[in-house]
């Protein structure tokens, strides 16, 4: 395969992992915001996608509760990473293949260095069925929590599973 994977090599993989998915099409979404408004009828937990760099140049991948607010200071200090900052557009495409707007766990398909930690929300994983854009964010793909930690394990990404720090305002 060259470039970065497709939604359809995407959904060929999840078939071979004996993985169930269902897809639903909807306009696309690049916010939590503008998420809730047009996905509020897919069942199941709703979820949001952090990528982050840190100060020694570590990249992570943060997979969370779209409602929950993350306190990045106290996620880094809980990871023993430097502080966080936001990936930039062009890394996120050049490591795991998708503009911002689309970033997924799927999009780990795309990280074959495994460049990225991934760090999953624990309360997230007690939802059933998870959603995540298949690489492009003119969809939603409904998973099982398992077949989350199954898929992101055969990329060659051992997921860290965390009690993520909540922001209070």
């Known amino acids: 395969m060259t470039g970065p994977a497709s939604m359809e090599h995407l959904l060929s993989r999840l078939d071979a992992l004996g993985i169930a998915h269902r897809t639903f099409e909807h306009t696309p979404v690049f916010t939590v915001e503008e998420s809730q408004a047009v996905c509020s009828h897919i069942p199941g937990g709703h979820t949001k ?5 840190d100060r020694s140049s570590g990249l992570w991948l943060v997979v969370a509760r779209e409602r929950l607010r ?11 990473a430097a502080r966080f900052s936001f990936g930039s557009a062009e890394l996120l495409v050049e490591v795991l293949g998708v503009p911002p707007g689309s970033v997924t766990p799927f999009s780990l398909i795309n990280d074959t ?5 991934v760090v999953l929300d624990e309360d997230m994983l007690g939802e059933n069925p ?3 854009h298949p690489l492009r964010n003119d969809r939603t793909t409904a998973i ?11 990329t060659g990404h051992e997921p860290l ?3 993520l720090p909540e922001r209070i305002t």
Request: charged share 30%.
């Open 49 to 53: 996608n952090l990528f982050l760099k």
């Open 70 to 80: 993350v306190d990045l200071n106290a996620l880094a200090k809980q990871l023993s």
């Open 113 to 117: 260095d495994a460049r990225v930690r």
């Open 130 to 132: 998870l959603n995540f």
């Open 144 to 154: 099982a929590p398992d077949d989350l930690l199954k898929f992101v394990r055969d």
């Open 161 to 163: 599973i965390a009690n």
